[in-house]
């Protein structure tokens, strides 16, 4: 196990450790298989050993940027009521996670819950797993937005609250990976990750492929086991701005950066902007009424720039392919 830049790089494979070319990951070269099926164990832990856990496994938040585990249940204090909410979905990933934990890991699920009763006896938990009117939708993984759609609490103040530690947010795929390592001993070296296939019409496959992969583990097998027409991939999802790679130049799984990878198999069209034609999609489309149609008037300060969760939703639907998302982030600084 190597620390690096803060963050800990579990290497549970057979291979060659060396650091990536921009020298700021390390990579590692597998040459075997590495995979476990560890049975389930019940097991109590006080505050200070599921720290040690969460260290000991490396886990992070799945929905917050840049956050462990360790450093962010350390930060709610444990005699104050604040909330502690349990979604079903996920930030990156369009897997049903929910599904997976309640069909193959209910005690380790149950057992959790009562783990944070015991640990944080005065925090409200709202829990949103078994609610059968939820579906997911982006944005319904970014959590202040989830916040703002379930409490019908305005965007600015679900985000004060989460950056104020009044709500303990764990969404779904964050969940996974703890009831992984507290109670089958996996610490967090493997992650989903979903290969989405665009045709030359631009036409997605909406069928993900997924694959259960090893931090560090090649990616040369993706595009070895798919159609040679895919020649082109970018891990950036459609509501952000693609970087578009060479499919033979995919390297090394990074548990922390990928969930998704597209390949395309045309490049995607340079973007080109035309004129603002009055559409008013944008704003339509806005899920939180941030009012983004202001930005293209030149009208900065009617955009309702707390209001925005940086979803990326305007800018898909904008027909005169106007990247509304850049002019957001000229914004948010
Ligand atoms: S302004 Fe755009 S990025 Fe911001 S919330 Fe609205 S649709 Fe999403
Ligand atoms: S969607 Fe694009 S073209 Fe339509 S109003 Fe908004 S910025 Fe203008």
């Known amino acids: 196990m190597l ?4 963050k800990k790089v579990l290497a549970p494979v057979n291979g060659v450790a060396s650091l990536t070319p921009d020298q700021k990951y390390f990579q590692i070269k597998q040459d075997g298989s590495w995979s476990t099926t560890s049975p389930y164990h019940s097991r109590n832990y006080d505050f200070s050993a599921l720290l040690e856990a969460f260290d000991a496994g490396a886990l992070y938040s799945l929905d917050l940027i840049e956050t ?22 996920c930030r990156y990933q369009h897997l049903d996670f929910e599904e997976m934990i309640l069909r193959d890991m209910k005690d380790a699920y149950l057992s959790f819950i009562e783990l944070l009763r015991s640990i944080f006896p005065k925090a409200e938990i709202s829990n949103f797993f078994e609610v059968s009117n939820l579906d997911f939708e982006h944005p ?15 965007v600015d103040k679900t985000r004060k609250s989460l950056i104020g530690y009044e709500v303990l947010f764990l969404g779904a795929e964050t969940i996974f990976h703890i009831l992984r390592k507290l109670y089958y001993d996996e610490p967090f070296t493997k992650r989903h ?14 069928e993900p492929r997924q694959f259960f992969l090893t931090n560090g583990q090649s990616l040369a097998f993706i595009p070895a086991n798919l ?33 998704s990878i597209t390949l395309y198999e045309k490049l995607p069209a340079s973007r080109k902007e ?42 898909v639907y904008c027909p005169s392919g106007i990247d509304i998302r850049k002019r957001i982030e000229g914004v948010m600084v």
């Open 274 to 315: 035309f004129s603002c034609i009055d559409c008013m999609e944008c704003n339509n489309y806005c899920p939180t009424n941030a009012n983004p149609v202001q930005l293209i008037k030149g009208k900065t300060e009617e955009f309702e720039k707390d209001l925005c969760v940086s979803c990326g939703i305007c800018t």
């Open 3 to 6: 620390a690096h830049n803060g």
């Open 68 to 89: 462990p585990l360790k450093d962010y249940f350390q930060k709610f204090n444990r005699d104050s009521n604040f909330k502690i909410v349990l979604s079903p979905f």
């Open 193 to 206: 990750l979903a290969v989405f296939l665009v045709d030359r019409k631009g036409r997605m496959d909406l």
């Open 227 to 259: 159609d040679k027409r895919y020649k082109i991939a970018s891990f950036e999802t459609v509501f952000e701005e693609v970087n578009p790679m060479d499919v033979g130049s995919l390297g090394y799984f990074n548990i922390y950066e990928h969930c």
């Open 140 to 154: 319904n993984g970014i959590p202040e937005y989830f916040l703002h759609k379930q409490f019908q609490t305005p």
